[in-house]
T-cell receptor, first 114, second 117 residues
Framework: GQQVMQIPQYQHVQEGEDFTTYCNSS?????IQWYKQRPGGHPVFLIQ?????EVKKQKRLTFQFGEAKKNSSLHITATQTTDVGTYFC??????????????FGRGTQLTVWP | DSGVTQTPKHLITATGQRVTLRCSPR?????VYWYQQSLDQGLQFLIH???????AKGNILERFSAQQFPDLHSELNLSSLELGDSALYFC????????????????FGPGTRLTVL
């Protein structure tokens, strides 16, 4: 099956520092979705990337999809304590019998020190 | 609040028992997905239903089964429970794809925390 590798597993930053998490696959990804899960909470959708080389921004968050569609990244500029949580990437299958199935990376747990 | 509801919130049971987890999707969403989240396995896709029909199966054990009813709510049945089944079980719903966008975001419920003793 699909394997989506996500690094790093943990990241501790001082408030105001930048943060990046990477999602990699040995096979071409269909589409990438990013989710955030706060401690004790449930995953919440952040964004979906579909096109090769796509870059999308949401305030301090920048999402990129690699040219070969084998990797993606999420970069947060000037982290805040509200950014604490686990960030997951997910490969979502867009065709065939497994349409809509998500393969999640293991997530990057972000801790922000005030 | 995602609009997806799951009951119960917590469930504590013994090995060998059977439990049923319930999920109500967002109003109008036809797709329901079930996921298992554990420390060692991460977030694992179990099964996907669309408008009452099974669409895709993931890492779902034979001891587990699910169904989606005409009112679109879904149930996940876990039987012959083992200690390793202790996990957080999420349900997510997704609207029907329209136009050129075939994939939609999934809205996760708050989860059911299952503890098998």
């Amino acid at each position: 099956g699909q394997q989506v590798m996500q690094i790093p597993q943990y990241q501790h930053v001082q408030e105001g520092e930048d943060f990046t998490t990477y999602c990699n696959s040995s096979t071409t990804l269909s589409n990438i979705q990013w989710y955030k899960q706060r401690p004790g909470g449930h995953p919440v959708f952040l964004i979906q990337l579909v096109k090769s080389g796509e870059v999308k921004k949401q305030k301090r968050l920048t999402f990129q999809f690699g040219e070969a569609k084998k990797n993606s990244s999420l970069h947060i500029t000037a982290t805040q304590t509200t950014d604490v949580g686990t960030y997951f990437c997910a490969d979502i299958i867009d065709r065939g019998s497994t349409l809509g199935r998500l393969y999640f990376g293991r997530g990057t747990q972000l801790t922000v020190w005030p | 609040d995602s609009g997806v509801t799951q009951t119960p919130k917590h469930l504590i049971t013994a090995t060998g028992q059977r439990v049923t987890l319930r999920c109500s999707p967002r109003s109008g969403d036809l797709s329901v997905y079930w996921y298992q989240q554990s420390l060692d396995q991460g977030l694992q896709f179990l099964i996907h239903y669309y408008n009452g029909e099974e669409r895709a199966k993931g890492n779902i054990l034979e001891r587990f089964s699910a169904q989606q009813f005409p009112d679109l709510h879904s149930e996940l049945n876990l039987s012959s429970l083992e200690l390793g089944d202790s996990a957080l079980y999420f349900c997510a719903s997704s609207p029907r794809s329209t136009g050129r966008v075939r994939i939609n975001e999934q809205f996760f419920g708050p989860g059911t925390r299952l503890t098998v003793l």
